[in-house]
């Protein structure tokens, strides 16, 4: 089961238009759908960026990327550091 009600849900994953860019999210709210009041007063929480993939398309014509970056938030003393859209 991959419904967004199923704990085997982990979050999203988002391309850009030409898909070489891809950020995934872990399962918060779409910042653009929340209303800060409802923030306050429920437990809901706005997603945060989990990482990010970015590459350059290969010139040759092959499958696969030529050149690969990602970045992922720093941890320390057991605590991540926190990124939002």
Do not use: H, I
Not at 28 to 37: I, M, S
Not at 44 to 58: D, I, K, W
């Amino acid at each position: 089961d991959m419904s967004r009600s199923s704990g085997n849900f982990l979050g999203k994953l988002r391309a850009n238009f030409l898909g070489t860019e891809f950020c995934v999210y872990d399962r918060g709210l779409n910042p653009r759908d929340v209303d800060a009041d409802a923030l306050s007063t429920t437990n809901a929480s706005v997603r945060e960026e989990l990482g990010t993939v970015m590459y350059a398309a290969n010139v040759f014509g092959s499958r696969g990327p030529r050149k690969m970056q990602v970045c992922v938030p720093r941890c320390e003393r057991g605590d991540r550091m926190t990124w939002r859209p």
